[in-house]
């Protein structure tokens, strides 16, 4: 992974981040004081960009590429929209990275040193500037639970359709019907595949 140093012109916004809407928290002044204070990240395949258990006071927004969310190795998320932001909990919690970020391409990452930015903007003597970046990263979190939220709503509609799908109806002799008891969804399948193999 290769770093620089990111040079833009001041007053305008470029191109890849005009995609990120939360960055309109910001002036033009206070945006300009972020991104000079942001480096470029190049990566290739594998490289780590956030480490698990490790602190670190970088936010990201990704530029080009995939990247891949992992916990104790295993992915459980993909990171591959232009404009994407990441890492940002590191300015609220200060604790260590909850996971790992690494790139699944070649990528580019822009990364914003928000411990750089309260260094040279103390919060006692710029209140706004630090309103602006909670703000920023307050809206962040609000989309990404809404995300999460709907996630989950689709998850628990796919579940209770497998649990009426594996209710069978019985036939009684006065030819009324009433739910089979439930069984264990394993067990059906197991029933079922041992009837096709005997078939």
Do not use: W
Request: glycine residues 4%; charged residues 30%.
């Amino acid at each position: 992974m290769k770093e620089y140093a990111y040079i833009h012109e001041e007053g305008q916004l470029p191109e890849p981040l005009t995609s990120v809407p939360f960055l309109n928290s910001f002036s033009d002044e206070q945006l300009d004081d972020v991104l000079n204070s942001s480096s470029l990240l190049q990566c290739d395949k594998d490289d780590i960009i956030i480490k698990e258990g490790t602190i670190d006071s970088r936010i990201y927004i990704l530029l080009s590429g995939e990247l891949e969310v992992r916990i104790n190795g295993k992915k459980v998320a993909t990171i591959s929209r232009v404009g994407d932001v990441f890492g940002e909990l590191a300015l609220v919690n200060q604790d260590k990275r909850a996971a790992s970020v690494i790139a699944g391409s070649r990528a580019l990452c822009l990364a914003v040193d928000q411990k750089f930015l309260q260094d040279t903007h103390p919060r006692e003597e710029d209140p706004a500037f630090h309103a602006a970046l909670f703000e920023f990263v307050a809206r962040l979190v609000a989309k990404k639970l809404d995300t999460t939220s709907r996630r989950l709503a689709d998850v628990e509609k796919e579940l209770r359709l497998l649990k009426e799908a594996h209710e069978q109806p019985v036939v009684t002799s006065s030819k009324t019907t009433k739910p089979a008891p439930r069984r264990p969804a394993a067990k059906v399948i197991k029933k079922a595949a041992r009837r096709k193999a005997l078939a």
